[in-house]
């Protein structure tokens, strides 16, 4: 391993070099490409060089960069949603160009598109990734008109999810906890609001969404399966601006604006549920509620120097009679630098705070108690990227954190109660990770990127870690001894090297072949035997008895356009293996153990698809339609009898239609389509008396499929005509959700039926299907001024 | 916390649940055994039958003709002899010089079926005895405690980690065993991580000997005339684990909870074949000691 490491770091370094060398006599031109209505920075903007037939774009900050030899060239800006702007410079000494894309007004005029036109999906080296584009979740029907962007997720390639009502997802086999998801880059531990009805993402605040499946750039890590970015908006730095939105569940109000103009902006959003209103005026006592705050500022000291510091905060509070509660929520604070060292070699530094926590309260004289637990987390970000020419760039950097586990504090609320204050071990690691990436294309038809990250991860203490006799033994346990160890130092640690490489190579102008391999290591570990995370499971640290969780991916992909680029289709394949893959032994108790790590069962897990995706972005009619066929197994040690079973989020065929369509100006239709496979769960299949208990067994772990899924979902967006020339706009967005009502499986389960005397009687045994929601119309309304 | 979740659900949405036809794959017949023996001077039975397909309909077929056999660390020998109801196996302490008795000593059941052999082992653990059986007439708590009398037992767990109990209650002499009276104790709490060791059983441990109703929702307080008896059986740690599983299982009432639930999993079994290649077998064997007591309430 050291050698490649080596071999890595020197090849790394020579790119670089040589990159200097030659690039000594040439220019850089460099700017921030922004939204000419709100001064919002662009994220992927291609920036094309029409005399050199090469670009660049955007990066997640909005800056380019391009290095070129002195002389004439027209510049072509293109971003989906903007009109495409062109500009002409001599270039005779190195230039700030800063750019604004004027909005699209009207999707109406059918726009001209030029046949050299440069486009992304074939032509970009990402592959394997998806962007969400939020203005378009918004005219989605939506559940309880709440629009949310999980939803839209669960339905693109490569993606599934446990059922309706969830805001779970599992990408490419993988389970729900090996998604890393961030917001302005810090994580989120839980996504979910009302255990999964909505997630934690206000659509109002988000400016841009990816979702990467596979080809993960190296500058991310620490989670197996996918990362799902969502970055907020910045502010409006030239208007001020307001909107909101009432649904039939929750409301939301935005204000934005310059603190002083051009020069640093501010945004802050709020939502909130209001069942529990409901819930009052229909006489119960019960408190039901979610809210979500976010809030950014930004400042531009000058263009060398720009400051953001975002917060996030959302919480979900239950409240049953005052005797008994709970509550959980994340929240999240990021601090970032974006300096240009110098024309071309941009940095971005971020301090990072992340918290996720829930408590349990029961108020009674002899069994109350108050349950709390959480996990936080501080990272120190610096991430570089050197645009040394149109044709090379290097992207490289640093990332420390530090995480405390906390799996349960329980504490007595009165002096009579029961109860004893116990608390379950904190864990503490720290996370170093450094990464180089370099992009090099070779030719005009092939494009190369080439990194690694090299990962080592410790598990510290103060920790006293006990021993055992037989550490999976989880019936009759032994401790033999316990380790002591003092603050930071180590318990235990792990150095993996993740390699990535990524290739596109053209086979037209109108079509690429590309390929990805990457290795992800995740180290932390969700503790949860359930499909479906709730909010009240923990995470652990890789440490003595946990070992880090590994996964290879490859891919290859086919990608296409037609008709002057209006229409992008992919064809992806991917086969992924996971290691060390952690899941728990047969009746594992996951809930305030202090022996938690016997029931540890590391295995493996392998699954392998094949993913078609078609997609318009433009004109009056968009959206995506995807079919994937895949297939995940596990085989765990001691679990089902140690033979492969297939993962309860398998789904064999996955197919969805998501599209909206602009029918006048003052009327937008949208639908949703999904059909998918049922997913597997596991049923008794045999039964038996013992001492006058009836008992179901099983042979085989997710052995029963659910019957299909499918569901249509209808919305129409109204925006009046009378809005023309207001201030206040205003829009209505009307939604079906699931428009035939069809009964579709949440579960199934069994039981035993009762005899005519009303005692149960063991021979007579029953199915039942629970489904969630059936027809569901809701109306929001939206205010923009 | 489950349940919780589901008011939550079931007062703000809409879900339902429908019966549904399915088609299970039949599992295969396998053999059970029922070795739950104590020292009571009763009829001690084992049980032996098939499991059976989940919708089968039919009663559990009893399995003959075995030889099963309990002895123990102190070279006694128990013969359980199958006699007039098939599948049960009986040794008769009465007819017995022997008995089953001293705590802490070794049993090994063998059991000889079909040419194959299966063995288990299990230990006779202490037993706290009951120092009273006490009624207190309460007023109206809530719905679901109406007014009326309450019974519970009152007895103190001996100093020391790890004893494991199954209270059993028998109301007018009818023994309480639908899944939700099942109840079990780890020192004198509900479960390991308790810590609360060497004195009298918690409240709601005493509280367990006032069953529930049909429906499950209301406590059915105790008349005049009616009367309880208890009885604690020591029982070993992995029995208290089958038990809790098994609990786990059997009270899982479907409906909304399924939706949080963990996944289906079976109950564990110390009941082995001789032979790792041989027939799988399901079931479980403990050796209780016992000890009881009751009153019956009058004015």
Known sequence: MTTIKLVLIFSGLLFFLTSFAYSQMKHTINGYVRDAENGEELIGVTVYVNELKTGTASNVYGFYALNLAPGDYTLTYRSVGYLTVVKTITLDKDQEFNIELPIQITQMEEIIIKEEAIDANVTDIKMSRNEINVKQVKRLPALFGEPDIIKTIQMLPGVSSAGEGTSAFFVRGGSADQNLILIDEAPIYDPSHLFGLFSVFNADVIKETELYKGGIPARFGGRLSSILEVRTKDGNNKDREGGGGIGTLASRFTLQGPIRKDKSSFIVSGRRSYVDLFLKAAGEENTVYFYDVNAKVNWKHNNNNRFFAALYLGRDVFDFDNTFGFDWGNATATFRWNHLFNDRLFSNTSLIASNFDYKLELDDDTQGFKWASNIQQLTFKEDLNYFVSPTNEINFGYHLSYQNFSPGTIEPNSDKSLFTTVELQKEYALDHNIYVEHQRKLNNKLTVLYGARLSFFQSVGPAAVYLYEDVTDNINIERTDTLSFNRFEEVESYLNLEPRFSARYMLNPRSSLKLSFNRMVQNTHLISSGTVPIPFNTWAPSSLYLEPQIADQTAIGYFRNFDNNQYEFSMEAYYKDIDNVTDFADNAEIFFNEDLVTEYRQGDSWSYGLELMLQKNEGRFTGFTSYTWSKTERKIPEVNLGQPFLANYDRRHNFNIVATYELSDKWTLGGNFTYTTGRPITLPNGKYEFENYQVDFITERNGFKLPDYHRLDLSATLTPRKNEGRKWKSSWVFSIYNAYSRKNAFTIYTRTLENDEGVEDPNRKEARLIYLFPILPSVTYNIKF | ?299
């Open chain 2, 1 to 299: 916390m489950k349940r919780i979740a589901i008011i939550v659900l079931a007062s703000g949405l809409l879900g339902c649940e429908d019966p549904i036809d399915v088609t299970l794959e039949e599992a295969e017949p396998v053999l059970v055994v029922d070795a739950w023996i104590n020292n009571k001077p009763e009829l001690q039975i084992i049980k032996l039958s098939m499991a059976q397909p989940y919708f089968d309909s039919s009663l559990p077929p009893p399995v003959s003709g075995a030889t099963v056999v309990v002895s123990s660390s102190a070279n006694e020998t128990f013969i359980f002899e199958e006699r007039n109801t098939p599948g049960d196996y009986v040794w008769d302490p009465s007819t017995s010089a022997n008995g089953i008795g001293e705590i802490e000593t070794e049993y090994q059941l063998q059991i000889e079926v079909n040419d194959e052999i299966y063995v288990s082992i299990s230990q006779i653990n202490r037993v706290p005895t009951i120092d009273s059986i006490k009624f207190t007439f309460k007023e109206e708590l809530n719905q679901f405690q109406p007014e009326g009398y309450y019974g519970e037992f009152v007895s103190a767990d001996p100093r020391g980690e790890g004893d494991t109990y199954w209270i059993k209650t028998f109301k007018n002499g009818i023994y309480q065993n639908r899944p939700f009276d099942l109840t079990i104790a780890y020192d004198a709490g509900f479960s390991q991580g308790g810590l609360i060791d060497g004195v009298v059983f918690i409240q709601p441990l005493q509280d367990s000997v006032n069953p529930l109703n049909e429906d499950l929702d209301e406590i059915v307080p105790y008349e005049i005339g009616d009367s309880l008896y208890v009885e604690i059986h020591s029982i070993t740690n992995d029995a208290f684990f089958f038990l809790q599983e098994l609990q786990i299982q059997t009270q899982r009432d479907g409906g909304f909870d399924e939706i949080f639930a963990e996944p289906f999993e079976n109950v564990p079994s110390n009941i082995i074949n001789a032979d790792e290649n041989g027939e799988d077998i399901i079931g479980y064997f403990n050796v209780a000691a016992v000890s009881g007591s009751g009153r019956k309430l009058t004015e």
